[in-house]
Nanobody, 128 residues
Framework: QLQLVESGGGLVQPGGSLRLSCAAS????????IGWFRQAPGKEREGVSC????????NYADSVKGRFTISRDNAKQTVYLQMNSLNPEDTAVYYC?????????????????????WGQGTQVTVSS
């Protein structure tokens, strides 16, 4: 059974850092595009970052460029999101999504509709 499990969320002070993990099981991660998304209370889920199946191409939302870094280790079936210089506006539930690689999905990788599979989410709260 295909499964995505996010971890690494928590409470952090403004300016702090967290590293989120998205662990995959039940399928071979190496042929999937992976995206990180977030959803704050009362808001729609938004794309944060995405990475190609081989890790050679990444995309970021303007709001996180220069602060967040996405990476993947296909051998470990895990995708990471390193988040630095966090601010209260980053508070949200963070989700990872997976979709089998296609050019079309890759071009839409910051859009929720591109994804087939989702994890259950991990809460990130940035507060002093």
């Amino acid at each position: 059974q295909l499964q995505l499990v996010e971890s690494g969320g928590g409470l952090v002070q403004p300016g702090g850092s967290l590293r989120l993990s998205c662990a995959a099981s039940g399928f071979s991660l190496r042929i999937y595009t992976i995206g990180w998304f977030r959803q704050a209370p009362g808001k729609e889920r938004e794309g944060v970052s995405c990475i190609s199946s081989d890790g050679g191409s990444t995309n970021y939302a303007d709001s996180v460029k220069g602060r967040f870094t996405i990476s993947r280790d296909n051998a470990k079936q895990t995708v990471y999101l390193q988040m630095n210089s966090l601010n209260p506006e980053d508070t949200a539930v963070y989700y990872c999504g997976a979709v089998p690689f296609t050019v079309q999905a890759r071009l839409r990788c910051l859009m929720t509709g591109a994804y087939t599979y989702w994890g259950q989410g991990t809460q990130v709260t940035v507060s002093s």
